[in-house]
């Protein structure tokens, strides 16, 4: 961003917000979470500005139910610790408070505040970390999408809307706030964002944005790994993972994440990426039906079909030797295929003890029961969900099926010696 850029987006003046009246739109009381409203109301009464904000407002307008409630404040963090007792504040870059109620339910609020600014003005500026607390319009501003910039009032049931957010949300578009290219540049991990949010809602990225996220998807590199890392984990889990991979294959970013992939899946009429798709069409499945999958299994379903086109070129003997050879052969070629986004280490070592035990199912014929030693392995678990979303079931080799007779070893008996010398004692 140059000098010039910069100045004109520090000295814009801040918009004037769209109030829409509780009679002109959807978003009602009883759709949003007692306690989030509990918080609301304090903070009103204690005469500070409480806003719900960000995705949970976009949720209830498309009447689907929010997974979290954020609230928005002008009060300080410490103001808001002190309203409640049931609270802690935490953060680094940017503090906020976290209010606990039963069951482990957070509710998180955070302070309005300012856009982060960039150190100087050249090409390879990321975006800092930046404390400057700010007015709802700055905090609008400073959001990545339009759609995810929207606020509820709880002083008069009204929406907030700085940015034509509820525009684009009806129209089904996903647009940047501000200028997408800069903004994108400035942090590149609002390329995900864009893309999770294009394929979770089936709205249609506008023009500027998908340039954006086109040209900025390679400063990806530029990011924390751990963000990125945590980005594409919950792309993978949100429950919409099935049209993620083909919006990220068309826009190009699933090979800047993962470039291993791209011999795989990048040809248009991939087959191994469609079939990817279909595995990660039952991984949405079983999450709508309530089932919590853990990473490895989420990202075992990813790389599965690039795995098993890899073994081609490997042969693996029937019986024991084959299955000593598959653990063996997943453990060398998963964790490369996986490098680029520098998972955790547990999280890998995880996805290849399950990805290993898959080798029980290519035997021909199956065997009626596993051993014993891999059901009773910690990470059995996973490895059924695995074998569900290859639409196997390994769970029943372990229930079901006599148990494999094997034969008794007898204890050979030892003859005794005679005594080599002297009398027998009387």
Same mark, same amino acid.
């Given at each position: 961003? !140059? ?72 009060? #300080? ?16 870059? @940017? ?17 309005? &505040? ?7 003005? *050249?090409?390879?500026? =990321?975006?800092?970390? !930046? ?16 759609? !995810? ?17 509820? &525009?684009?949300?009806?129209? *089904? ?21 864009? =893309? ?6 089936? $709205?249609?990225?506008? +023009?500027?944005?998908?340039?954006? =996220? ?7 590199? /530029? /990011? ?17 993972? /099935? ?8 826009? *190009? ?7 291993? %992939? ?17 595995? %990660? ?17 989420? %990202? ?7 795995? +098993? ?12 030797? *084959?299955?000593?050879?598959?653990? @063996?052969?997943? &453990? ?19 996805? /290849? ?6 080798? $029980? ?18 990470? $059995? ?15 029943? #080799? ?14 050979? &008996? ?13």
């Amino acid at each position: 961003m !140059n000098q010039e850029e910069q100045t004109i987006q520090n000295e814009a003046p801040a918009p004037e917000p769209r109030i829409i009246p509780r009679a002109q739109h959807n978003v009602s009381r009883k759709h949003i979470d007692p306690d989030a409203l509990k918080v609301l109301y304090r903070l009103h009464n204690h005469g500070f500005t409480a806003y719900l904000v960000g995705g949970s407002v976009r949720d209830l307008l498309l009447e689907r139910r929010p997974k979290d409630f954020d609230v928005g404040t002008d009060a #300080r963090p410490s103001q808001v610790h002190r309203l409640f007792r049931n609270s802690r504040v935490i953060g680094r870059r @940017f503090r906020l408070v976290q209010v606990f109620f039963r069951g482990g339910k957070v509710i998180e609020v955070s302070t309005f &505040r300012k856009s982060a600014d960039v150190n100087g003005g *050249g090409d390879d500026d =990321v975006l800092q970390a !930046n404390n400057t607390f700010g007015t709802p319009a700055e905090d609008a501003l400073r959001r990545d999408l339009t759609i !995810n910039a929207l606020f509820y009032n709880i002083a008069d049931y009204s929406l907030v809307d700085y940015v034509d957010g509820l &525009r684009d949300l009806q129209a *089904g578009l996903i647009r940047s706030v501000g200028q997408a290219d800069l903004r994108f540049h400035r942090d590149p991990v609002r390329v995900l964002r864009a =893309v999770r949010h294009a394929a979770r809602t089936d $709205f249609k990225l506008t +023009e500027d944005t998908l340039a954006a =996220v086109q040209k900025r998807g390679a400063e990806l590199g /530029c /990011c924390p790994s751990s963000r990125v890392r945590d980005e594409l984990m919950r792309d993978l889990k949100g429950g919409s993972a /099935c049209s993620w991979l083909e919006l990220a294959h068309e826009t *190009g970013v699933l090979y800047n994440l993962l470039p291993t %992939l791209k011999p795989y899946y990048g040809a248009e009429d991939s087959h191994l990426r469609r079939a990817a798709a279909k595995l %990660l069409s039952r991984v949405d499945a079983m999450i709508a039906k309530g089932a919590a999958l853990s990473d490895p299994v989420s %990202l075992a379903a990813l790389f599965w079909p690039a795995l +098993e086109e890899a073994a081609l070129e490997e042969e693996f003997p029937a019986g024991r030797a *084959g299955h000593s050879r598959w653990a @063996f052969f997943v &453990r060398e070629t998963l964790p490369p295929l996986a490098k680029p986004v520098q998972f955790a280490k547990r999280v890998l070592e995880r996805a /290849c003890q399950i990805g290993a035990v898959m080798g $029980f199912l290519r035997d021909d014929p199956p065997l009626a029961r596993l051993p014993k030693k891999v059901t009773e392995k910690g990470y $059995f678990a996973d490895a059924c969900q695995l074998a569900e979303v290859l639409g196997r079931d390994l769970a029943a #080799r372990a229930e079901d099926g006599p148990a494999k007779k094997g034969r008794k070893r007898r204890r050979k &008996r030892r003859k005794k010696r005679p005594n080599s010398g002297g009398s027998s004692p009387t």
